[in-house]
């Protein structure tokens, strides 16, 4: 019989430390789905989705009932719109968007993740159609989600994208004023984008990806902050390899999880991403580990070394646990999910500046970040292309969600509710950046793109 | 299927001939268990077989959990595989 201990440690981790399976992500490929006439289209884009998805949340919850582990979310993500839409004659995509609606209400999904395009070095006419329909997209449905490559390490950064994208952040958040400017919250700006990635809102399924296939994302923030008191005072080194245990547990889970919907659903296994997710509860808290470790508040001088020892250990714990690690893989800094990155936000400990050194070192980006409603486009297109930047030089993933909350200043709350939790709306440089976003064109691939 | 089921609350007379009665009745048989009480603390552990279960895995897990609440005690049957999967290399 397995160890006493082992097992009420695990049900202790569940239990009170929050510990979850955040996703299993169901990948669909729509290419299959063109038609020159948008209606066929969309028929066709509904028909394969609830087909190929219509067990996913029975299994999802079938597993969670035998393992007594919670699965917070089932999804679909699906190939990139603009790809899909671009086959039809017709000039608004807004249609696609209600059809993966459509089909999340029918399949019971928590989301469906893919109206996108990716355009890090031009955009066809489709996904230009794409990007301008995606203020009315996220307005006019529920629980779609939409995002956008704009840079890679391979292309450089398209600034003409970045343009664009400042605009449609805006646009996105003035049509859903009444909700705060929620629709943003359903809106990654990339760089870099992953192709497997599970988790929202950034989640499509790429082009090299097969037919169908299962991602899963893990969680665990409590877990490591509960491993990590553990050692109070010890050396970094102590703490490394505390992380990179506990990691490797939590992935083990989650490549159960998904070794087992895959063969139920008989759809093939893809990745596990290794990604520390946040809620907003207390106790689920990515800050708070950085705090764990001996800073007095997030933000403040030493943070970003703090998140870099995390994000590398996570990963080095985890990718022993699964047969295949992907998506984003790290940990996640989204300011309105973490309850400890809100206390810091509102302090005035963690500001933006400080947000977009700590991506450096993590997953992806500035994200679930609130800022003033007077907010410019051309300063979120600047913030975007700061991101961007980051994430082509140093060849990683970069992402911005950014919420410009209407009729906000510094000093209000934005509530979200449910996972998405509240965003302090925190205050942005008020020097202009317009000239520089006004030029347009392409920053350049750096030169450590030139590898062949 | 082999399965571990858990029992966590306050002690009282009677709390293995319920889980016992309630796992029997359902076809559901013991391997193996261990209990312990620490400061009228009840844990129990029990290593069960599920494999001539006479209901599916996440029914008897739901009337597990029913009749715990009832008794205020937690009661959890989870497959084995995941402590396995999280504890052994």
């Known amino acids: 019989m397995i160890n006493r201990g ?9 239990d009170q430390q929050h510990l979850d399976v955040r996703t299993v992500t169901m990948g669909i490929s729509l290419l299959d789905c063109c038609d020159g006439d948008p209606e066929a289209a969309c028929r066709k884009i509904y028909d394969k989705i609830t087909r190929r998805a219509e067990r996913l949340v029975r299994v999802g ?38 059809a993966l609606d459509d089909a999340r209400r029918e ?32 307005a006019e449905t529920e629980l779609v989600c939409s995002s956008v490559n704009v840079g890679s390490t391979k292309a450089g950064i398209n600034m003409d994208a970045v343009a664009l994208m400042g605009r449609v952040v805006k646009e996105t958040a003035e049509l859903t004023a009444a909700q705060g400017g929620f629709g943003c919250a359903k809106l990654v700006v990339f760089c870099n984008a992953v192709e497997d990635n599970p988790f929202m809102a950034g989640a499509f399924h790429g082009v090299s990806e097969p037919d169908t296939v299962i991602n899963v994302g893990v969680s665990g923030p409590g877990v490591v902050h509960h491993a990590l008191r553990a050692v109070r005072g010890a050396d970094l080194g102590v ?16 490549q159960l999880v998904a070794q087992e919907a895959s063969r139920r659903l008989g759809v093939p296994f893809g990745i596990v991403d290794l990604s520390l997710a946040p809620t907003p509860a207390v106790g689920d808290s990515v800050a708070r580990i950085l705090e764990e470790m001996g800073l007095e508040t997030c933000g403040t001088h030493g943070t970003t070394a703090a998140l870099a020892l995390l994000n590398d250990a996570v990963k080095k714990g985890g990718v022993m646990a699964s047969s295949s690690v992907g998506g984003l893989s790290g940990a996640f800094i989204p300011v309105s999910e973490d309850e400890g990155m809100i206390a810091a936000a509102r302090s005035g400990a963690l500001t933006i500046d400080k947000l977009e050194a700590m991506t450096c070192v993590c997953s992806v980006g500035l994200d679930m970040i609130a800022v003033p409603g007077s907010t410019s486009a051309e300063t979120v297109s600047a913030i975007i292309a700061d991101e961007a930047a980051i994430g082509m030089i140093n060849q990683k993933t970069t992402a911005v969600r950014i919420i410009p909350a209407p009729g906000m200043d510094v000093g209000d709350t934005v509530e979200f509710g449910g996972l998405l939790g ?19 064109g392409r920053i350049p691939a750096p ?5 062949n | 299927m082999k399965a571990i089921v858990t029992v966590i609350g306050r002690d009282r007379v009677g709390i293995i001939a319920l889980v016992s009665q309630l796992l029997a009745g359902r076809g559901v048989n013991v391997l193996d268990i261990s209990q312990t009480v620490l400061q009228d603390y009840f844990t129990m552990i029990m290593l069960v077989d599920a494999s ?17 609440e009832e008794h205020g005690l937690q009661i959890r049957i989870q497959r084995e595989d995941i402590f396995n999967a999280m504890h052994k290399i």
Do not use: W
């Open chain 1, 6 to 14: 082992e097992i009420l440690e695990t049900i202790e981790m569940i």
């Open chain 2, 52 to 68: 001539a279960c006479t209901e599916p895995f996440a029914s008897l897990a739901g009337e597990l959990a029913a009749e715990g």
């Open chain 1, 107 to 138: 399949t019971g999904v928590n989301f469906v993740g893919g109206f996108s395009a990716l355009v890090q070095k031009g955009m066809t006419p489709a996904d230009e159609r794409l990007i301008r329909s995606i203020p009315r997209a996220l």
């Open chain 1, 239 to 254: 703490v490394a390899e505390t992380v990179k245990k506990t990691a490797f547990r939590v992935t083990r889970m989650g």
């Open chain 1, 61 to 98: 919850e079938d597993i969670e009932a035998e393992f007594g582990i919670p699965i917070v979310n089932k999804r679909i993500s699906v190939t990139p719109i603009s790809l899909v839409a671009g086959a039809s004659d017709c000039e608004d995509y807004v249609c696609f968007a209600k």
């Open chain 1, 422 to 440: 509240s965003a302090p709306v925190m205050p942005v440089h008020t020097e202009s950046s317009a000239e520089f976003i006004r030029r347009g």
């Open chain 1, 447 to 451: 030169i450590h793109s030139l590898k």
